[in-house]
């Protein structure tokens, strides 16, 4: 089969296209310094779900998401981060990497997402999830049957 054949997967061209905009970054603080966690691409979050549910147990749970926080920072604070781990008496510990990935993800999944360019913009109603019944089945409803 010759290479002209094959199907392909990926576009060089749309490289970092799937990034978030510089408004899509978080600023938190981890102890005395401030750090930016980049918004993630569909790559990314698809990848630490397939890890994190595919987990053999909490331990490389927290593995995975602290290397998923790590990439989304810049190298300089991914390796902040990492020294604060390596060090027991930082007052930095795993279960802090846990609650900055619940603070993300609550973040990210609360601010509006951009409908993609090939999509209609959502329908927007006035809340009425159903059709009222007519008069007559409502007076029909709330009438005792005769026996």
């Known amino acids: 089969m010759a290479d002209s054949d094959l199907k392909q997967f990926g576009d060089a061209t749309r490289k970092g296209t799937d990034e978030g905009t510089r408004d ?5 603080r981890i102890l005395d310094r401030k750090v930016a966690l980049e918004s993630p691409g569909s790559g990314q979050i698809g990848y630490i779900a397939m890890t994190a549910a595919g987990a053999s147990n909490d331990l490389v749970q927290l593995g995975e998401v602290i290397n998923f926080l790590v990439s ?24 802090d990497m846990v609650e900055l990935a619940q603070h993300i993800v609550k973040e990210w999944s609360g601010r509006p997402t951009k409908p993609s360019s090939g999509s209609s913009a959502r329908r927007r109603t006035n809340g009425a999830g159903s059709t009222p019944a007519s008069p ?12």
Do not use: C
């Open 24 to 28: 899509d970054d978080i600023l938190v």
């Open 136 to 147: 007559q089945a409502s007076k029909r409803s709330t009438t005792p049957s005769e026996s």
């Open 72 to 95: 989304l920072m810049d190298e300089e604070d991914g390796r902040y981060v990492k020294n604060l781990l390596l060090d027991r008496h930082s007052g930095f510990e795993g279960e």
